[in-house]
């Protein structure tokens, strides 16, 4: 393994600019902290959503089908440690890496009782390659005694926890059938400070009725929530969702790339420079996928805002205030 990092050093101490960035990339911050390439493998637990299981409602979100979003959840099961491997082998083969970061990705991934979970995380803690862990899950799903957990795990190891916040519009929360409001991420974020770990959300934007502002107002309520990462990603559509059928329909529309772009960059105008962004596009398999069809090609994306930021001479934090 790698020697331990300084933990949660000063984000202010990997100077993005410096590197001629326009944003506090992921990339960049990894190598920045550890030194050396470091690649997230995927975990699947086997958990499920409570608005899968009818604890508040039933069927999922509407955009949700979790095979689409994780590569483990379409090969057969295996325990944690073999999963890992897997990971890493397929990894290797794009990549010169020695070091991984475990991600429990799929589904709900604290939604289970304290000693099952313990047991899950210690399996992917006691991989020598895995140098940190990052656990995706809803922020109804974070009781005290769950987040008592996560704060043991992160004084081990570097540890981010990710919420599926979406967007901060109680009418957008509905209409995907999450079964929780905004004030459950408030609530979670004020239980979750303090106790270690880095915290994520993830931002979807181009929801069915939101407008441009109602997106950037939502951009204003991650930046004042003093997140340490954001995940950004345009909706999409698999197959196998409500919201496949909603586009075939016609029923709702989907951004084109120009849309979502000049979208994105205002977003990272309202963002302070030092929360780091770990996604700013988001794809699936063309076996599942719909739609928009740009989403396919993620490095176009890429370089696409990239030169958008360029011509507008921005950057992220360019219109945050503090």
């Not at 769950?146 to 540890?159: C, I, K, N, Q, S």
């Not at 999450?178 to 239980?191: T, Y």
């Not at 181009?206 to 951009?219: F, I, K, R, S, V």
């Not at 029923?251 to 772009?261: A, K, N, P, S």
């Amino acid at each position: 393994m790698l020697p331990s990092p300084e933990r949660f050093a000063e984000p202010a101490k990997y100077d993005w600019r410096a590197a001629k960035l326009r944003y506090y990339q992921y990339s960049f911050h990894l190598r920045q902290r550890y030194g050396a390439r470091v690649q997230r493998v995927s975990v699947d637990a086997g958990f499920t959503c409570p608005n899968v299981d009818g604890t508040v409602a039933l069927g999922g979100c509407t955009f949700c089908d979790n095979r689409s979003f994780s590569p483990s959840r379409r090969l057969p099961k295996q325990d944690i440690r073999e999963q890992i491997d897997e990971g890493i082998r397929h990894l290797k083969r794009r990549y010169e890496c020695d070091h991984f970061i475990a991600y429990f990705q799929p589904a709900t991934n604290t939604y289970a009782p304290v000693d099952k979970l313990r047991d899950l995380y210690e399996q992917a803690l006691a991989h020598p390659q895995v140098v940190a862990m990052s656990i995706g899950t809803r922020p109804d799903c974070v009781p005290d005694d769950v987040l008592d957990l996560l704060e043991e795990v992160a004084a081990r190891t570097d540890l981010t926890v990710e919420y599926g916040m979406q967007t901060m519009h109680d009418r957008s929360l509905d209409w995907m059938n999450r079964g929780h409001h905004h004030d459950a991420m408030l609530d979670a974020m004020e239980r979750s400070r303090g106790r270690g770990f880095e915290i994520c959300a993830h931002i979807m934007l181009g929801l069915p009725g939101e407008t441009h502002e109602d997106m950037l107002a939502t951009a204003r309520e991650v930046a004042r929530l003093q997140l340490d990462d954001v995940k950004i990603h345009n909706l999409y559509a698999v197959e196998h969702t409500p919201l496949a059928e909603q586009v075939r329909r016609g029923e709702v529309r989907l951004l084109e790339r120009d849309e979502y772009l000049a979208t994105l960059v205002d977003f990272l105008e309202l963002l302070p420079p030092e929360m780091i962004v770990e996604r700013v596009s988001g794809d699936a398999p063309e076996s599942f996928f719909i739609g928009p069809s740009w989403c396919l090609d993620k490095p176009a994306v890429l370089l696409a805002l990239q030169a958008e930021m360029e011509r507008r001479d921005t950057w992220q934090g360019r219109r945050f205030e503090r």
